[in-house]
């Protein structure tokens, strides 16, 4: 049985594997799938229409289902975002060689794994007062058959690190949750893979430059590189990042970062590692994957994770260090 099922045998689909939302063509697909498929994403829809695409993804369930939770396959398209970023840590994980045991109880992290538990989140644009803009896209021109030209615009990197914070504070409280059950395993690291896609937005940032990513900034308390340059001779006498020890919402209220730049609050919150790309969840570039570790807990030994970055973090005699890896 194919997980794409349902748009694979609807006869009404429109045959076609692309939508531009602003043609008649996109928004009557569109508006089928709101009718007869409500819930399935137009992401879905096109990943089904590709063979390749749809091939792949396919052949990654049949490999990882046993590993999945039961009801995977029934949500799948309308879940699609979080169902195919749950696959991509799959692969990773097996890529790294980390063994990924089968679940046996009905409730619990999405992966139980020689490296600990993983929790998945994929961190969307949000529909709130902190969502992340949306990047305004060229128009297309049906007359000439090309683009309009758009104005550069900024990264919104203050409302991605919300949303960001926001994914990291609930894959918390669901541990909080686990902690007292019987099958929890209290010595075992935790850890958050997060896709920090954002609807897109986000894929202008280079994961791989701490400058550029909303992750180590928000985990350390880090904001932007801040030089000093002598202007006699044009030479750098001092770089260093600036310190944004908390982030402020669209409402005015602050709240503290820097999870990983201090000790824990507590076992029940305590968070061993994050795994996180900004890639669309739909497609697999584990290059772009970083992993990252708590040295104030000291329980995940990212040495284990050798695809993608790695951030190596450890307690040093008067603060600690962060070693970036790719």
């Known amino acids: 049985m194919s997980i794409f099922d349902e748009i694979l045998s609807c006869k009404d689909c429109p045959d076609t594997d ?3 939302i602003e043609t008649d063509e996109g928004k009557a697909t ?24 749809r091939d792949r993804i396919q052949n990654l369930y049949d490999k990882a289902k046993d590993y999945l939770d039961v009801d995977f396959s029934s949500k799948f398209l309308r879940e699609f975002e979080a169902r195919t970023w749950e696959m991509a840590v799959y ?35 949000g529909d ?8 305004q896209a060229a128009t297309y021109n049906e007359e000439t058959g090309t683009f309009d030209d758009v104005d550069a615009q900024p990264v919104p990197m203050n409302e991605i690190k919300l949303r960001f914070s926001s994914a990291y504070a609930e894959k918390t409280r669901k541990y909080e949750g ?3 059950k019987d099958w929890y395993d209290k010595e075992k690291p935790k850890l958050i893979a997060i896709n920090w896609y954002c609807g897109g937005t986000a894929l202008v940032a280079n994961p791989m430059n701490v400058s550029t990513n909303a992750v180590l900034q928000v985990l350390f308390a880090t904001g932007y590189p801040k030089l000093v340059i002598n202007t006699k001779d044009n030479s ?8 944004e020890l908390t982030l402020t919402n669209a ?4 709240f503290d970062v820097g999870y990983f730049a201090k000790p824990y609050d507590s076992e029940e919150s305590r968070i061993d590692g994050i795994i ?10 584990p290059e772009r994957f970083m992993a990252v570790n708590n040295a104030f807990s000291n329980k995940f030994d990212i040495k284990q994770v050798h695809i993608g970055g790695r951030a190596f973090c450890k307690i040093e005699e008067d603060g600690f260090s962060v070693k970036m890896e790719h």
């Open 251 to 254: 409402k005015g209220a602050s």
């Open 236 to 243: 750098i006498t001092s770089s260093e990042l600036t310190r």
């Open 30 to 53: 569109m508006a089928h799938l709101e009718s007869a498929h409500p819930g399935v994403s137009g992401d879905a829809f096109v990943t089904a229409k590709r063979k390749n695409d």
């Open 91 to 125: 692969q990773y994980l097996v890529e790294n060689g980390i063994t990924v045991n089968k679940n046996v109880q009905t409730e619990g992290p999405d992966f139980d794994t020689s490296i600990g538990y993983v929790e998945c989140k994929v961190v969307k644009r």
């Open 276 to 285: 996180h790309t900004n890639s669309w969840p739909g497609l697999y570039y």
């Open 178 to 180: 686990y902690y007292n």
């Open 128 to 135: 709130s007062h902190n969502a992340v803009p949306v990047m």
């Open 18 to 20: 692309v939508i531009f």
